[in-house]
């Protein structure tokens, strides 16, 4: 895990859920399944690089609406 940087802008997982539209269950699914890298963790509040999480979150929007399957898309993003 990364620590905070002050040149990476950080966002919570709640602020993911709202600026983005998508489930908690969906953040918390993403980052289980290494879609998403968690940057750091202060108590029970999960912190992202908010950058990271927008161009994440675009491709795999992309890749979704293309027919790919998450294990797939894993697979693009991550090469595993």
């Known amino acids: ?12 997982a709640k602020d993911i859920v709202s600026k983005y539209n998508i489930s ?9 399944f290494g879609l998403l890298q ?4 202060k108590g029970n509040v999960r912190f ?3 950058r990271q999480v927008r161009q994440r979150l675009n491709k795999i929007t992309k890749l979704a609406r293309e027919g ?5 898309i894993r697979r693009k993003l991550l090469g595993v």
């Open 68 to 72: 790919y399957s998450l294990r797939l």
């Open 48 to 50: 992202y690089d908010s």
């Open 1 to 12: 895990m990364r620590k905070n940087n002050r040149h990476n802008k950080m966002i919570s």
């Open 24 to 32: 908690y269950h969906a953040v918390n699914h993403y980052t289980d």
């Open 38 to 41: 968690l940057a750091f963790k």
